[in-house]
């Protein structure tokens, strides 16, 4: 059985929680394969109740499905123990999740640098979520990182906390002006916490390996989204981490040709948080609108997100890029009661028209987007479950996004609840 991939087609924050949660009673394991507690995914189950998860993937709301945190992901061990007893005292089993021993360990000095970098640039800030996620894959590219399996040798994760603060530190109190971090503070903190973790360690990349030789189902998570993504995104604003379905392999261990479907989560209009260009946001009450509806404030961090039209020229990309096989659209309700809808269906820059994203973020910081106006529509569509019960301009605004956006939409969603979604073509 094939595993398949949810990835975010924009900035982030289009539904990928929901989605999974959706799906997750139809796979047996769900995975988190990159990004860290940067994310913050939320779930409604059908009891009403509001989840927001910000390292344990979704399918821990899903009885009998396990909940991977794969290789790709970077785990802050306080936040993952935090969770876990925030979930647990609600009544969910937190002991079936399975950690990677290979997954790196977001450490203090990664959190610290994180915030005290972003001040330091000031204007240029790249508006981090300040959780160390950048710092700590830094690390992991220059080898020095540590490990989830580390926690399991207290003698490795000694040295090599000890050889990373005297660089660290070097940092913090000569470029920064901040206090040094105490080597030995450091490594009994973490092995406190860690401790509390140690039965959740796994060879995780075998065991979703065996679970597809086995013919299971398994649902890949992504975070953030494709223009997030560290080499197809819109750099230097991006994340430290590649959530596109590339990511999905090299994050979760499983092959490349074992993820047989990707479906882009992709929001019926706009949003960004931090900074970093955006050619259909918009500063006038048309924004405040989407906001507004939208509910469009950062889970994790409580910032407000920036709000803008549909960009069919990023949704292509986001098709091409992770060969896409179906978008899940949602947040189509929030549209309802607008006059006309506009579409973004192309940019203009320095004259020229481009149909597809430009090659240079210079370009893209210039791009200009040319609209194709959608007549809207006034009727409350939260109650729609088929395509025919939406409204006739609904349904135009939805088959004109597909024509325009590489693979064919195959659910809708209408509301935040599991069950609140128009479905056109089975996902499983
Ligand atoms: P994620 O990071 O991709 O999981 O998305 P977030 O949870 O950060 O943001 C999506 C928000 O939209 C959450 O508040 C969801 O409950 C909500 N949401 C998801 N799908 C829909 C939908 O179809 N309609 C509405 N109105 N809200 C939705
Ligand atoms: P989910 O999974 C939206 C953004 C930050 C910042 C940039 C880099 O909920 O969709 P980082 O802390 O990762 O170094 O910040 O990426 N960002 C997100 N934006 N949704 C997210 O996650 C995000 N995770 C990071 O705002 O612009
Ligand atoms: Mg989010």
Redesign the pocket.
Known sequence: MPAIALI?AQW?????????DLLGSSVTHVVRYQGGNN??????TPDGQ?Y??HLIP?GILTPNCTPVIANGVVVDPHVLVDEMQGLAERGVDVNRIKLSADAHLIMPYHIAIDKVSERYLGKAKIGTTGRGIGPCYQDKIARIGVRVQDLLDPSILTQKVESALELKNQILTKIYNRKALDPQQVVDETLEVGAQLQPLIADTRLLLNEAHERGEWILLE????TLLDVDHGTYPYVTSSSPTSGGAAAGSGLGPRAIERSIG?L??YT?RVGSGPFPTELFDDKGEYLRK????V???TGRDRRCGWFDAVIARYAARVNSLTDFF??????LSSLETVPICVAYEVDGKRLDEMPMTQTDFHHAKPVYEEMPGWFEDI?HCRTFDELPENAQRYVRRLEELSGARISA??????RE??VLVHELV
């Open positions: 975010g982030g924050d289009e539904g990928k929680g929901k989605a999974t994310a913050g995914h939320t779930v409604v509001k927001a998860l979704s992504g975070s953030q989204g989560i929001k019926a949003t509806q939208g509910g469009e950062g889970v994790t659209l949602t947040k189509l309700d929030v939260t809708i969603g209408v509301g935040p609840g609140e979604n």
